[in-house]
């Protein structure tokens, strides 16, 4: 089943703190996407709108470090809980992204 958390989304680059490392030099960037599209549901259009936190780690982080906000990107990843205790809280990680801009 691993194959079945797998994730692509659009948006625009809201937030983005400096870039840190873990104890190991790991860099690690967080930031914020912002997300807005019309969705069929139940036959219905539907506007949707989300803010989601999300993270890349290694190259991957030091990549996104780069991006300005304001700039759309798509990502691909997985979603995770953000700890053992806050597992209703998800979080996407992001394995690579492209530049829509």
Known sequence: MPDRNKT??????IE????RYTPAGVPVQHCVISHESSQQENGK???????????AIGTVGQAL???????QLKVRGFFAAT????RRRLVLHINEFELLN
């Open 65 to 71: 470090n780069r991006l300005v906000i304001g700039q």
């Open 83 to 86: 700890s053992q205790r806050q």
């Open 8 to 13: 692509v989304i659009g948006g625009t680059l």
């Open 16 to 19: 983005l703190p400096p870039l």
């Open 45 to 55: 259009p539907r506007q949707v709108t989300l803010e989601m936190e999300a993270i």
